[in-house]
């Protein structure tokens, strides 16, 4: 009887030691390890982060061209890029691109599409354009053209110059 309350207290406390080695059974084989189950730990579902609201689509229109009688060849690349100009003192924010290949010869026509949402009245916006040959800059704008508020225009011919 003794020896059954002896263990019947041992029990628990065998329980409890949990950082020690279990006994090696009978034999040499590797001890009977029982893994208990991990908790399940319930996380509450992610809600989905808001889109920035998306305005319209509105579009620039115009073409590119250069006073030089110079031919441009298949490799060349148009780059058309708007930009809010509003602020000097930091470079100007992308509103939107537009990359040409195989643009053809000047007058080079485009579209630039850009969400009149990101637009805001208050500031000033300018559209350049520059044209890489071979993977060589070629030609770049040199003057600010203001595009869409302010009374400016919304279709533009953009005369870029050539890179000395």
Same mark, same amino acid.
């Given at each position: ?10 029990? %628990? ?7 020690? @080695? ?8 590797? %001890?009977?390890? +029982?893994? %208990?189950?991990? %908790? +399940? ?7 989905? +982060?808001?889109? $920035? ?7 620039? *229109?115009?073409?590119? *061209?250069?006073? =030089?009688?110079?031919?441009?060849? $298949? #490799?060349?690349?148009? =780059? ?7 602020? #000097?003192?930091? #470079?100007? $924010?992308?509103?939107?691109? /537009?990359?040409? #290949? @195989?643009?053809? =010869? ?14 805001? $009245?208050?500031? +000033?916006?300018?559209?350049?354009? /520059?044209? &890489? ?7 770049? *704008?040199? &003057?600010?053209?203001?595009? !869409? ?8 011919? !953009?005369?870029?110059?050539?890179? @000395?």
């Amino acid at each position: 009887m003794r020896r059954i309350l002896a263990l019947l207290l041992l029990l %628990p406390l065998a329980a409890c030691a949990g950082g020690r @080695k279990p006994a090696q059974p009978p034999g040499g084989g590797a %001890p009977a390890v +029982t893994v %208990p189950p991990e %908790p +399940t730990v319930v996380s509450p579902p992610l809600s989905p +982060t808001p889109a $920035p609201p998306v305005g319209e689509t509105a579009t620039l *229109t115009g073409t590119v *061209t250069y006073r =030089q009688r110079i031919a441009l060849t $298949p #490799e060349a690349i148009v =780059q058309i890029e708007l930009r809010d100009v509003s602020r #000097e003192d930091v #470079e100007a $924010p992308l509103v939107a691109r /537009r990359i040409l #290949e @195989k643009p053809g =010869q000047v007058p080079i026509a485009f579209t630039l599409d850009y969400d009149s949402g990101a637009i805001d $009245p208050r500031h +000033t916006y300018a559209i350049s354009a /520059r044209i &890489t040959d071979r993977g060589q800059l070629q030609f770049v *704008t040199d &003057t600010r053209l203001p595009v !869409i508020t302010n009374a400016a225009p919304t279709a533009v011919e !953009i005369v870029v110059v050539p890179v @000395k």
